[in-house]
């Protein structure tokens, strides 16, 4: 059976109904489970539900489910091999298998973090830890990433807000993929002083809003040819690397310095966890390392502690509900749900094609299908998107592509169907 969907509720509205929870001397732990089970678990949205097809949703296997409830309930600090190697040893498993489908070496590895933010912080903080090292520590006038017009808003925030470093955009082509091509003529137009202080290439494995992946070879090959640290952010659409008929599409992915992609989005893992997967885990070492007298005893030469790898220093073993999960059922199982999804999306996009009064905006890379409703303007698909959530039907947000007020499905979650498809086209008529 499927769980309700649900809705978000006003401040006021909680208020009214909750009121205090934190108390002098407590509400008791019957009340507290209540309040959290009859209002506020039901005032957060089913994100599994196979009709939520906003943003990128998440739908945990139960195996994955339930072993994160071990993890919160088990006193495990997983940040160091002297406290947590079972759990090490288990997370680096799942490394190895996500590495091996990247085709990165076998030396290659890093650490599970909070999410794609994190680790595209965390990899980029590492280039450019080691650009400065190659230049024997002289800085330029200022650092810069060469990054296509439809890199995720998170990788541009960490850039400029967290490490302020400039930006180079490369406009993508009329797909919106960044190809090795047009970041070759954007690079040889830099003046000098600019092109001196790039030290990476970010190259996108399936964009949030089209599932749209770049020319990964293509770019791949420009940033060798400069001794740039390539980056591929693959934190939705990596997981497609999984499924043979679009595997070709991450042709270039084993030039990558570093990769990411999130088990909670795509490979049926619950939220938070990112995998960072670095070709040469010594340089994310170098450039993430934390010393202090009190952490002498597991900053030790030869052990594997994944609080070296990221900036973070205290984790949760996050990795381990999706290392349970591809214990449990296997890579082959993982391989078919991923083409389960793939199939739904090809089939929903063959309704759109069909269907008079709607119109795909592009074609599908992976799972993502944007499109637009004939004649309707932003505020029409607003009223469409409440409507829909109001009634328990679906949440499908409204999006823009070139400017046009769209829409769009991301289909990740193997239980979602034709059908549900074409019941929220339908709706659109």
């Known amino acids: 059976m499927t769980a309700p969907l649900d809705r978000p509720r006003t401040p006021d509205d909680l208020e009214a109904v909750v009121g205090a929870t934190i108390t002098e001397h407590g509400i008791g732990g019957a009340e507290a489970l209540r309040l959290w089970a009859d209002v506020l678990g039901p005032a957060c949205l089913s994100v599994d539900h196979p009709r939520y097809l906003s943003f990128i ?30 759990a090490v040893y288990a997370e680096n498993q799942a490394l190895r298998w996500l590495a091996d489908l990247a085709g990165l070496p076998a030396g290659a590895g890093g650490a599970f973090v909070q999410g794609g933010t ?36 998170s ?47 970010v190259a996108t494995a399936g964009t949030t809003n089209t599932g749209v992946v770049d020319d990964i070879a293509g770019v791949g090959a420009v940033a060798r040819e400069h001794g740039w640290w390539f980056h591929v952010d693959g934190a939705y659409g990596g997981a497609g690397l999984v499924a043979p008929s679009v595997r070709h599409i991450f042709d270039g992915v ?81 391989r078919r749900a991923v083409e389960q999804t793939l199939s739904v999306a090809r089939a929903g996009a063959e309704l759109i094609r069909k269907a008079e009064h709607v119109s795909l905006l592009l074609e599908p890379d992976l799972s993502v299908l944007i499109f637009e409703r004939h004649g309707w303007r932003a505020a029409d698909y607003e009223r469409w998107s409440t409507r829909l959530l109001d009634e328990q039907t679906a949440f499908v947000t409204p999006t823009s592509h070139h400017g046009r007020p769209c829409t769009r499905f991301a289909v990740v979650n193997p239980v979602t169907t034709e059908d549900d498809l074409a019941l929220i086209i339908d709706t659109m008529k």
Request: aromatic share 10%; net charge negative; proline share 6%.
């Open 254 to 334: 084993e030039l990558a310095d570093s990769f990411i992609v999130d088990p909670h989005k795509w490979l049926f893992a619950p939220f938070d966890s990112c995998a960072l997967i670095y070709r040469d885990p010594v340089l994310g070492r170098a450039a993430h390392t934390q010393y202090a007298s009190y952490l002498d005893p597991v900053t030790v030469d030869g052990e594997w502690n994944p609080s070296d790898f990221a900036i973070q220093l205290t984790r949760r073993a996050r990795g381990l509900p999706f290392w349970f999960s591809l214990a449990v059922h296997g890579s082959a199982a993982y």
């Open 118 to 153: 994190i680790g595209n912080l965390s990899a980029l903080v590492a280039a450019r830890e080691a650009a400065l090292e190659r230049r024997g520590g002289t800085r330029p006038q200022r650092w810069a990433v060469c990054a296509a017009e439809e890199t995720h808003s």
């Open 57 to 86: 949703p998440s739908a945990p296997t139960k195996a994955a489910a339930a072993f994160d409830m071990l993890v919160g309930a088990s006193s495990v600090y997983p940040g160091s091999w002297l406290e947590g190697s079972g």
């Open 155 to 201: 990788v541009k925030h960490a850039l400029r807000v967290v490490m302020d470093v400039d930006i180079i955009e490369v406009a993508g082509d009329a797909r919106g993929r960044m190809t090795g091509a047009a970041l070759r003529t954007v690079v040889d137009a830099l003046p000098r002083h600019l092109r001196d202080g790039v030290f990476a290439v």
